[in-house]
């Protein structure tokens, strides 16, 4: 894919971005200052999205990366799905120290000299969420971009439409 050059803070941003940041929250820690209004961040932020080389080299961001997850790790999205069903299917007292899916342990003793431990495993919220956004079964993000129409423009499109000559 060949994309058109970007500026230093234009490629921050795409690369914020795809990594997983919001538009706005990458916008904001590219360009901003913490006094605009949140209604402002959004509106630079898509206009910045709207560029064409920025979504190009977003993607291009999160291909290579996808690219180098598989060929250099074996992971792909068979494999982050499957994770994620374990996470989802496998019951919560089966998870011990040693399983692949605990993320955190801890043992503690009592005063009595009973050892209790402790193991977390992912939540298994969060996963379902995941698989639902991996398989497309949410409902799409939307872009919201707001068009003016000049008055003028306006009235000679309804004549138009109306078969009324200009």
Known sequence: MVTMALDPKEEEF????????SAADAWTEVYGDGNLPRRKVRDKSTNLMLKQPVR???SEIRTKFAETLEHKYGVTRDTIAKKLLDIIETPVGEVDPQSSLAQEY??????KGNRRIRVKMPSKTDAISQLVKMAGFNAPDRLNVGVGVNRDVQDALEKMFRGEAG
């Open 14 to 21: 795409c690369q914020l971005v795809a990594n997983g940041s």
């Open 56 to 58: 190009d080299r977003i």
């Open 106 to 111: 801890s043992e503690t003793k009592s005063k």
